[in-house]
């Protein structure tokens, strides 16, 4: 990835259109981060974020034992995951804590 581009002009002025800003890096990524916070994801939403079939997930993540334990609400106060009721029921994500497991857990995810 590119970070630094060096022109040398003198007295050169850029107008930026009025859709565009420039902010800092980290001010950048803290927008980024709390537009998800607070934020519920479904099901068909997890599915494309990961890029895995309906019942990939369910048997690898959602049903898997030792990760239900971690991310089910009823089964851990720090879960992000509310399980359905009912068979056909939904299920609801914290995106926040959704984004960040599976960013922090590929490789257990993915048995890499």
């Known amino acids: ?3 630094k581009i060096l022109i040398k002009i003198d007295n050169l002025e850029v107008q930026l259109p009025e859709t565009h800003i420039i902010v800092e ?3 950048y990524l803290n927008l980024k981060k709390k537009a998800s916070e607070g934020q519920y994801m479904s099901l068909s939403e ?3 974020m ?3 079939s309906r019942p990939w997930l369910l048997e690898n993540v ?3 034992s030792d990760i239900r334990s971690k991310i089910d609400v009823e089964k851990n106060k720090e879960g992000f995951v ?3 009721e009912s068979q056909g029921g939904r299920y609801y994500f914290l995106a926040s804590k959704t984004k960040r497991f599976f960013e922090e857990n590929f490789a257990e995810i ?3």
């Open 110 to 112: 993915f048995s890499l």
């Open 1 to 3: 990835m590119i970070n």
């Open 62 to 64: 959602l049903y898997k």
């Open 82 to 84: 509310k399980y359905p």
């Open 46 to 48: 997890v599915l494309e």
């Open 50 to 52: 990961v890029s895995v």
């Open 25 to 27: 890096k980290d001010e």
